[in-house]
């Protein structure tokens, strides 16, 4: 186990639902973050979060909203997301934001119907 | 968008053999990261190397770095069934991290 959580860990939804991906760390780290991966593809880097604070938004479309109340919990809610959005949906956490390296969560398989 | 890619995207080895992966990117680095995801799991670092190193070992693991070519390598020594996994480099450069495409590596029994 490498101390990152992530529930649930495969989530089917419609394109009209609301859903929540959750994450929370217990390694007392600072930094947090949001990946997706697609079949066939780099992982794709959504969000961090510093102490809390958004640091990058990469270019993410706003059916994808991030909340992090606070350094341990890590939140992903989704709405009227697309089929393409299907992907292994990852968190992971670091001390720091620089030169650390990053503790992955199991992820969460999602599926848009 | 994608900074390391990894070359080659699949390989196939029988047990006991060495795995040679390599890593390539294009703009300047602070660090370079491999790690190893098993199929549809979470990703676990294997070895940092920083920009002003240019070998580390860990256990069965060794990494290089070329910062004058832009590349990395990994080697895994004497594979096993388990180390059956894809492997990815990531790049650091201000706190800016990427994540190549890859590699794919299947060791026989």
């Known amino acids: 186990e490498t101390g990152v959580t992530q529930t649930p860990r495969h989530l089917v939804m419609g394109m009209t639902n609301k859903k929540s991906l959750k994450c929370e760390q217990h390694?007392?780290?600072?930094?947090m973050y949001w990946y997706k991966q697609s079949a066939k593809k780099p992982l794709e880097l959504m969000f961090v979060y510093n102490f809390k604070e958004q640091t990058e938004n990469n270019s993410v479309p706003s059916r994808f909203s991030p909340e992090c109340p606070n350094s341990s919990h890590l939140f992903l809610h989704l709405h009227t997301l697309q089929p393409e959005d299907s992907a292994l949906y990852l968190c992971a956490s670091s001390q720091a934001l620089a030169g650390n390296e990053q503790f992955f969560g199991p992820g969460t398989r999602l599926t848009v119907l | 968008s994608q900074q390391g890619e990894e070359d080659p995207q699949a390989l196939s080895i029988q047990e006991g053999e060495n795995a040679t992966m390599n890593c390539s990117y294009k703009t300047s680095i602070n660090n370079l990261q491999w790690y190893r995801q098993n199929s549809g799991r979470g990703l676990v670092h294997l070895i940092l190397?920083?920009?002003?190193?240019r070998e580390k070992h860990s256990g069965r693991l060794r990494v290089t770095l070329d910062t004058s070519k832009k590349s990395s390598s990994l080697l895994i020594t004497a594979s096993r069934a388990a180390d059956t996994a894809s492997y990815f480099c990531a790049t650091d450069n201000n706190n800016d991290m990427r994540f190549g495409a890859g590699t794919r590596l299947t060791v026989k029994p």
């Open positions: 390694l007392g780290h600072n930094a």
């Open positions: 190397i920083r920009s002003n190193e």
